[in-house]
């Protein structure tokens, strides 16, 4: 690969070359890319499977035995604090449990106001898919209960922010008459059901993580990334960032949070980044990650896009500068 200025050669055991002479041609580096890619792709890929299968398979049997709406029945007197009805805390706990697919499929389902929905919508694309997330987060080098500790508590503090601040019928739903389909009942469909839905995660998941992994050696043999962090540099100071993190700051907030982690966890394990950055780019990817595919779902159903991204951005600053407080006060090396 390329790197100060010049080829480096590898060689075998026996001193023999094993890559191209003098000035790699611009398809041989791409190739390189992708077989130094290749192993870290399919070892990080099939990682977030280990994670993602297990729990999501738990949250079916918590759905099927009615222990998800027991949590949620439980939850309801705190969304009244919210100026939120009962019924969002289904919602809400089904957001934190499942992803965002699920929760607006229970907003379709149970009627909910424009106003209710812009709420619930900032609560739960902070906090959805937490027990895959904050696993996956914990590989990345972050403390799991603290990381759902923040994003709940974040959730709360956006929803009471929001609900003094957006005054009543602000947002209207799209399609608020939209039938809502007849929901599965009994183990047998609904495990069917999971079998096709995780089947396609998981080559979603192995599909997206090797893409990434070789746009990102891509990205490092021909200069984007240093280029990529030059022009994010000063926009991810004020977010409290070092610009090392511009690349997976993008990542994470194209293709979410799981796949964002995936690619640091590669990263720290290269030595391109430090556990203290990737630490603090946890506490921002947790409160705000996935700015385009999930914030597209709710502005898709006639929620603002504003109201979707600001109070993320904004809450996700705020969380990083007081984690750099509290643990020192910031150096400037921090931002090189």
């Not at 430090?274 to 006639?302: K, M, P, Q, W």
Request: glycine share 8%; aromatic share 8%.
């Amino acid at each position: 690969m390329v790197k100060g200025g010049g080829w480096k050669v590898a060689a075998n055991e026996n001193g023999d070359a094993t890559a191209p002479q003098g000035k790699p041609s611009t398809w041989q580096r791409l190739k390189l890319c992708f077989a130094h890619a290749l192993p870290s792709a399919v070892r990080t890929g099939l990682w977030l499977l280990l994670i993602t299968v297990p729990v999501s398979f738990a949250v079916l049997l918590m759905k099927v035995t009615g222990l998800l709406d027991i949590v949620a029945h439980l939850c309801k007197p705190i969304f009244g604090l919210f100026g939120l009805p009962g019924e969002a805390a289904i919602v809400f706990v089904t957001s934190c449990l499942l992803n965002i697919y699920s929760c607006i499929a229970v907003i379709e389902t149970l009627g909910l106001t424009g106003r209710t929905v812009t709420i619930l919508a900032v609560m739960c694309l902070i906090s959805h898919n937490i027990p895959v997330e904050c696993a996956v987060q914990r590989k990345a080098g972050s403390n799991p209960w603290r990381m759902v500790g923040l994003r709940l508590l974040t959730s709360f503090v956006a929803a009471l922010a929001l609900s003094a601040l957006i005054p009543p019928d602000a947002a209207r739903l799209a399609s608020p008459g939209a039938a809502a389909l007849p929901p599965v009942s009994g183990f047998a469909a609904e495990f069917k059901l999971w079998v096709a839905d995780i089947s396609y995660l998981c080559v979603k998941i192995m599909a997206l993580i090797t893409l990434l992994m070789v746009l990102q050696r891509v990205l490092e043999e021909f200069g984007v990334t240093r280029f990529l962090s030059r022009i994010l540099k000063y926009p991810l100071m004020l977010l409290g960032l070092p610009s090392e993190t511009a690349f997976l700051w993008t990542v994470a907030n194209t293709l979410g949070l799981a796949y964002g982690a995936g690619v640091i966890l590669d990263n720290v394990r290269r030595g391109l980044l430090s556990r203290a950055h990737a630490n603090l780019l946890n506490y921002h990817i947790a409160i705000s990650h996935s700015l385009l595919e999930d914030t597209c779902l709710f502005v898709a159903i006639g929620v603002s896009v504003w109201w979707l991204t600001i109070p993320r951005i904004v809450l996700a600053g705020i969380a990083v500068w007081l984690k750099r407080l509290v643990r020192s006060p910031p150096h400037s090396q921090d931002f090189v």
